[in-house]
């Protein structure tokens, strides 16, 4: 995917920028402290997982709702299934869930040519409301064993000294980057009938982009859990906005044809970093909901025209 970070994410890199020189001149001390900064780059590195995902299918020219409510239900099924299967297993099973609701709902948008959007808000409500049968509305925790488990200490914690997200997040970008499966995206998104002619296969494209996407929102729910294992049925609730937020102030053009990988990522900073120094400011939570919305809007123009500038069709 080396041909996705060339110029797509140009406009997350100056809007990181922007925002550091903002929040270092009116609030300099509050910002610039080893717990902020902690918090910030651990809460980013799980978005990050969930807007990378959103990417790839943004890309292909589709759109996944759904993804806030499968990060829920992978840590849901992780923990819950723990004490029966152990933690080897019910990760493999959290994950395998996730990966099928991709699959389930790649298929009627490629096979039934139904539009993204209305599969993916079914997939949203009907794995929302497994969620609150499984768990009853209750709260469910990891075991001791479990806690110390070692499958679950490199998944959350540290490794190396780095938060475990945050090295996940390096290894799995990284494989996403070097691969030239970003290449097929692009050109599905970008002009599926052409890319048909050079040989792609655009319908197995856009079904692996639904099914890595859910995987990496259940990973990111595993990542979650491990650190802090406790459930509750609000799990992933609205994560689908940040990581759609995300993906598009990172590059991404809901037209296709156009995002990255990195992008996404800065994205995710910027969207984190925002909550954070609005809490830290004491401003009503509606204000991180009100910025979010006016970013997305300015984003959406910004990376249109910036588009038509560098001859992409939009």
Not at 230 to 249: D, F, R, Y
Request: glycine residues 12%; contains cysteine.
């Amino acid at each position: 995917m080396k041909q996705l970070v060339r110029s797509q994410g140009f406009g997350a890199i100056i809007g990181v920028v922007v925002m550091l020189v903002v929040f270092s001149l009116i609030d300099f001390s509050g910002w610039w402290t080893a717990q902020t900064i902690a918090n910030v780059t651990q809460f980013t590195a799980i978005l990050s997982f969930v807007a990378m995902g959103q990417a790839l299918v943004i890309m292909t020219k589709e759109i996944d709702l759904s993804v806030g409510s499968v990060y829920g239900l992978a840590g849901v099924a992780f923990i819950t299934l723990e004490p029966s299967f152990g933690v080897p297993a019910s990760l493999v099973i959290a994950l395998s869930m996730a990966a099928f609701v991709g699959l389930l709902q790649a298929l009627p948008v490629v096979k039934g040519h139904l539009p993204s959007m209305i599969v993916t808000l079914g997939g949203l409500f009907a794995v929302r409301g497994i969620i609150y049968v499984w768990t009853g509305g209750s709260v469910h925790n990891f075991s001791a064993d479990a806690r110390i488990h070692p499958l679950t200490r490199l998944f959350g914690g540290e490794l190396f000294g780095v938060e475990a997200a945050i090295f996940w997040l390096v290894v799995v970008a990284a494989v996403l980057w070097a691969t030239p499966f970003g290449n097929r995206l692009l050109a599905t998104g970008g002009n599926r009938e052409s890319a048909e002619s050079r040989g792609v296969r655009t319908d197995r494209v856009k079904i692996c982009a639904f099914v890595l996407c859910s995987l990496l929102a259940g990973f990111a729910g595993i990542l979650t859990l491990c650190n802090q294992p406790q459930t509750h049925v609000t799990l992933g609730e609205n994560m689908e906005l940040e990581a759609i937020s995300a993906a598009v102030i990172g590059g991404c053009l809901l037209t296709g044809g156009r995002g990255s990988i990195i992008g996404a990522v800065l994205g995710a900073l910027i969207v984190v970093s925002f909550r954070y120094e609005l809490i830290a400011l004491g401003a009503p939570s509606s204000w991180y909901v009100t910025f979010v919305g006016v970013v997305l809007i300015v984003a959406v123009i910004f990376n249109q025209k910036l588009a038509r500038f560098l001859g992409h069709s939009v």
